[in-house]
């Protein structure tokens, strides 16, 4: 009991490293106990739990209501769901310009019909771990450090997370290589700059600035940097290998706007 007490204090005095700790811990409980990948709920199993130890119930039920905080301008759904887009796009006519060569856009010549509902099952399966990056971590961080700062350790943290995914065969991050992890981490410090200036502008709302715009980043790389279709999805077939040139340079743009916004806003990530 009296160890019990001692670590409960520890955690509350500690609770961003305690999250994390806690979010490795639980995450990757398939791979070191065995088997492969991770468990993508891990993050926000973790923030619940950070929430509720350092809050109490009202801390768990803001964390909540986070998620749902769906009251802001109209203007930043347009920017949450269509900026990855505008990303891709651009990588796509710069390798135009530099190779003449265009992606297939399998997806929207065959079954652009189903974009919705691709979308939907993206949500309800990709971005779950949200409630604990976004939700939990970066409201603390902030805290203790500048807008910047806490993109960068967030991001490192997400991009390290994924490494059982690179271990697993057929993940998306298995096709892109282990020599690729890097790469991925400073997409990952990128993507969090951008989703903390959302964050930020939406008074906190981990629905537009964690779950709806990662799952746009997913949903827009697929089906426009990838031959994904939903028919093959649903049939279970092996993922396309995807083209590096076009990530590489998705990532590039993102990262120069999150340069833009940077500077911008003085490093504040709010204008």
């Given at each position: ?149 806490t993109g960068v350790v967030i991001g ?60 746009s980043l997913n949903f827009w790389d ?31 743009v993102a990262t120069f706007v999150a ?13």
């Amino acid at each position: 009991m009296k160890f019990l007490k001692s670590l409960l204090k520890l955690v509350r005095k500690y609770p961003i490293i305690s999250f994390f700790i806690l979010t490795f811990l639980i995450s990757w409980i398939p791979w070191y106990t065995g088997g492969s990948g991770f468990l993508v709920i891990g993050p926000s199993i973790a923030g619940l739990i950070m929430a509720f130890l350092v809050g109490g119930k009202r801390g768990f039920q803001n964390l909540l209501k986070s998620a749902i905080h769906w009251k802001v301008n109209i203007t930043w759904y347009a920017i949450t769901l269509l900026l990855p887009a505008l990303f891709c796009l651009i990588a796509i006519a710069i390798n135009f310009l530099l190779t003449k060569k265009l992606p297939n856009f399998t997806f929207f010549k065959k079954e652009w019909y189903f974009a919705p509902l691709l979308f939907f099952l993206m949500f309800i399966d990709g971005p779950l771990e949200e409630l604990g990056w976004r939700g939990f971590a970066t409201p603390k961080l902030q805290q203790k450090l500048s807008p910047l700062l806490t993109g960068v350790v967030i991001g490192i943290s997400w991009g390290i997370w994924h490494l059982p995914e690179f271990l697993r065969h057929g993940s998306p991050q298995y096709m892109m290589g282990l020599g690729f992890l890097p790469l991925f981490t400073i997409s990952e410090i990128t993507n969090s700059i951008l989703m903390l200036w959302i964050f930020n502008k939406t008074k906190g709302s981990t629905l537009l600035g964690g779950f709806l715009f990662h799952n746009s980043l997913n949903f827009w790389d697929n089906v426009l940097l990838t031959e994904l279709t939903f028919s093959g999805l649903i049939k279970g077939e092996a993922l396309p290998q995807p083209d590096m040139r076009l990530f590489i340079l998705e990532g590039v743009v993102a990262t120069f706007v999150a340069i833009i916004l940077l500077i911008a806003t003085k490093g504040k990530l709010w204008i």
